[in-house]
C-alpha cells in the first residue's frame, strides 16, 4: 500500500471549496486533502471575490473556446445546483425566474443557434415585444438559480471538514511552498483566484448595493451605454443584491456614493420592486469587490515542476465562479485522473 498521500488546494473561494470537496469525494483511503488559504468563508477581505459575488446564473452565447468551455462547465454546474438546492435548503440555493431586458444585443443574441445552444432551460422562453420595455432589443425568461454567495461558501466548508477534510489558514509567498505544507505532497491544486504574478491575471472592480427590499426574480438588464443593470435575490432573508458595474484594472477598494445612488435610481426605474416601497431603498450595505479574470478565460491546466511534482492550477474565473464551479472541479479532477495524480476510491470500499 502506497503512504498516504496529501493533496494541497490552495483557496477557499467558490473554485477552491467546490474542487476540494469533489477531490475528497472521489479519491480513495491513500489520498487526504488539505485546503489551505488566506481568506476562509468566515473572512472578508476585497481580494477575496467569493463572498462579494451577487449570485446568479445568465448564460452567456458565444463561439470562442472561452466560451464553448464556459457553456459546458455552466451546463454541469446547473445540474448539480439543482440537486443541491433540492437536497440542502441551507447551502443558500433558490430556484427562480430569470428575466432579461438588452438594448443593443451583440450579434450572437440574434442568431438563433448560438442562442439556444447556451440557454439550455426547458421553460426559455424569448419575449415578444409587447412583452418588454420600451428600448429593449432583445428579452428572456427562464427558470434560473440565485445563490446566497457567503452561505453557500460557508455550507461547501462545512461539509467538507465533516467528511474528514483538513484546513490550514496561511499566505503563500512561494509556489513552492505549498509543498512543504504536508508530509508526502506531489500535487497543489491552485484556486487562488487572482493569485499573483500571472501577466493574464487581471481584476475586474464590481460596486454593488446590498439592500432590504424584496423582489421574486433575478433580472437583468444591458443600458445602451453597454452598462449592465440587475437584481439579485439572496436566498435565505439575505436581501437584494442591485448592481453593477464592471470596471477592468480599477483597484479602488471603496464604494462611490455617486455610483451607489445611480444603482439605486435604475433599479427604481426598471425592477419591479414592491409599490409600497415607492422607489425608496432600505439599504444594508454597499459592496466593492474584484472578479478575478483573466485573458483567455480560466487558467486550467497540469503543470509538471520538479521530480513527479505537480501543480494543477485553476483560477480566473472572472465574473462567473459560481456558475461554473462545479464544472472547474470536474474539469480538475478530470485532468488529475488522466495524470494519475488522482487515484479513485474502488467501488467495493464505498
Ligand atoms: C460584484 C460581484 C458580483 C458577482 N456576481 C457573480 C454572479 O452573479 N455569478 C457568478 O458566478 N459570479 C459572480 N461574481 C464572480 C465571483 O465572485 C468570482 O468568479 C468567484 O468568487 C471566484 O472564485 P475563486 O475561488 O476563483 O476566487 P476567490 O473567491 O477570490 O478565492 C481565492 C482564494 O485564494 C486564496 N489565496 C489567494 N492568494 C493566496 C495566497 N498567496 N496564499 C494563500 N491563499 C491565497 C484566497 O485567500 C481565497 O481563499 C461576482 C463578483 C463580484 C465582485
Ligand atoms: C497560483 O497561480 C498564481 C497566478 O495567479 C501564481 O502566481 C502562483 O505562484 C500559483 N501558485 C502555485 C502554488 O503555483
Ligand atoms: C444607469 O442607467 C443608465 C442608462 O439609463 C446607464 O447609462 C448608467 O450607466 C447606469 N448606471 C449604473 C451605475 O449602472
Same mark, same amino acid.
Given at each position: 500500500?502506497?503512504?498516504?498521500?496529501?493533496?494541497?488546494?490552495?483557496?477557499?473561494?467558490?473554485?477552491?471549496?467546490?474542487?476540494?470537496?469533489?477531490?475528497?469525494?472521489?479519491?480513495?483511503?491513500?489520498?487526504?486533502?488539505? !485546503?489551505?488559504?488566506?481568506?476562509?468563508?468566515?473572512?472578508?477581505?476585497?481580494?477575496?471575490?467569493?463572498?462579494?459575488?451577487?449570485?446568479?446564473?445568465?448564460?452567456?452565447?458565444?463561439?470562442?473556446?472561452?466560451?464553448?468551455?464556459?457553456?459546458?462547465?455552466?451546463?454541469?454546474?446547473?445540474?448539480?445546483?439543482?440537486?443541491?438546492?433540492?437536497?440542502?435548503?441551507?447551502?443558500?440555493?433558490?430556484?427562480?425566474?430569470?428575466?432579461?431586458?438588452?438594448?443593443?444585443?451583440?450579434?450572437?443574441? !440574434?442568431?438563433?443557434?448560438?442562442?439556444?445552444?447556451?440557454?439550455?432551460?426547458?421553460?426559455?422562453?424569448?419575449?415578444?415585444?409587447?412583452?418588454?420595455?420600451?428600448?429593449?432589443?432583445?428579452?428572456?425568461?427562464?427558470?434560473?438559480?440565485?445563490?446566497?454567495?457567503?452561505?453557500?461558501?460557508?455550507?461547501?466548508?462545512?461539509?467538507?471538514?465533516?467528511?474528514?477534510?483538513?484546513?490550514?489558514?496561511?499566505?503563500?509567498?512561494?509556489?513552492?511552498?505549498?509543498?512543504?505544507?504536508?508530509?508526502?505532497?506531489?500535487?497543489?491544486?491552485?484556486?487562488?483566484?487572482?493569485?499573483?504574478?500571472?501577466?493574464?491575471?487581471?481584476?475586474?472592480?464590481?460596486?454593488?448595493?446590498?439592500?432590504?427590499?424584496?423582489?421574486?426574480?433575478?433580472?437583468?438588464?444591458?443600458?445602451?451605454?453597454?452598462?449592465?443593470?440587475?437584481?439579485?435575490?439572496?436566498?435565505?432573508?439575505?436581501?437584494?443584491?442591485?448592481?453593477?458595474?464592471?470596471?477592468?484594472?480599477?483597484?479602488?477598494?471603496?464604494?462611490?456614493?455617486?455610483?451607489?445612488?445611480?444603482?439605486?435610481?435604475?433599479?427604481?426605474?426598471?425592477?419591479?420592486?414592491?409599490?409600497?416601497?415607492?422607489?425608496?431603498?432600505?439599504?444594508?450595505?454597499?459592496?466593492?469587490?474584484?472578479?478575478?479574470?483573466?485573458?483567455?478565460?480560466?487558467?486550467?491546466?497540469?503543470?509538471?515542476?520538479?521530480?513527479?511534482?505537480?501543480?494543477?492550477?485553476?483560477?480566473?474565473?472572472?465574473?462567473?465562479?459560481?456558475?461554473?464551479?462545479?464544472?472547474?472541479?470536474?474539469?480538475?479532477?478530470?485532468?488529475?485522473?488522466?495524470?494519475?495524480?488522482?487515484?479513485?476510491?474502488?467501488?467495493?470500499?464505498?
Amino acid at each position: 500500500m502506497a503512504s498516504a498521500e496529501t493533496i494541497v488546494v490552495i483557496g477557499a473561494g467558490v473554485i477552491g471549496l467546490s474542487t476540494a470537496l469533489l477531490i475528497q469525494e472521489q479519491s480513495g483511503s491513500t489520498q487526504s486533502v488539505l !485546503l489551505v488559504a488566506r481568506d476562509f468563508p468566515s473572512d472578508t477581505s476585497i481580494n477575496y471575490a467569493s463572498p462579494w459575488a451577487g449570485a446568479h446564473y445568465r448564460p452567456v452565447p458565444g463561439s470562442s473556446p472561452q466560451a464553448l468551455r464556459e457553456a459546458s462547465q455552466a451546463l454541469r454546474t446547473f445540474n448539480y445546483l439543482k440537486q443541491v438546492a433540492a437536497g440542502e435548503p441551507a447551502a443558500g440555493i433558490k430556484f427562480l425566474q430569470g428575466i432579461e431586458h438588452l438594448e443593443t444585443p451583440p450579434p450572437e443574441y !440574434l442568431d438563433a443557434q448560438s442562442v439556444s445552444n447556451v440557454y439550455h432551460f426547458e421553460d426559455f422562453r424569448s419575449l415578444k415585444d409587447d412583452e418588454v420595455p420600451a428600448g429593449v432589443k432583445w428579452g428572456a425568461e427562464y427558470g434560473t438559480y440565485v445563490i446566497n454567495s457567503p452561505v453557500y461558501c460557508a455550507y461547501m466548508l462545512r461539509r467538507f471538514i465533516l467528511k474528514g477534510g483538513r484546513t490550514q489558514q496561511y499566505t503563500l509567498v512561494n509556489s513552492k511552498e505549498a509543498f512543504a505544507l504536508a508530509n508526502n505532497v506531489k500535487t497543489v491544486v491552485n484556486c487562488s483566484g487572482t493569485g499573483f504574478g500571472d501577466p493574464k491575471s487581471f481584476i475586474i472592480r464590481g460596486q454593488t448595493c446590498l439592500v432590504r427590499n424584496p423582489v421574486s426574480a433575478t433580472i437583468t438588464r444591458q443600458n445602451a451605454d453597454g452598462a449592465w443593470s440587475f437584481c439579485i435575490p439572496r436566498p435565505l432573508e439575505g436581501g437584494t443584491v442591485i448592481g453593477g458595474t464592471k470596471q477592468p484594472h480599477d483597484w479602488d477598494p471603496n464604494p462611490s456614493p455617486e455610483i451607489r445612488a445611480q444603482l439605486l435610481a435604475n433599479a427604481s426605474k426598471w425592477f419591479p420592486f414592491t409599490p409600497e416601497s415607492g422607489g425608496q431603498f432600505d439599504v444594508i450595505r454597499d459592496i466593492v469587490g474584484r472578479r478575478p479574470a483573466r485573458e483567455g478565460g480560466m487558467r486550467l491546466e497540469v503543470e509538471q515542476v520538479e521530480d513527479g511534482k505537480s501543480i494543477v492550477h485553476a483560477y480566473g474565473a472572472g465574473g462567473r465562479g459560481f456558475e461554473l464551479s462545479r464544472g472547474v472541479a470536474e474539469d480538475v479532477t478530470a485532468l488529475m485522473l488522466e495524470s494519475g495524480l488522482l487515484r479513485v476510491q474502488a467501488k467495493a470500499t464505498l
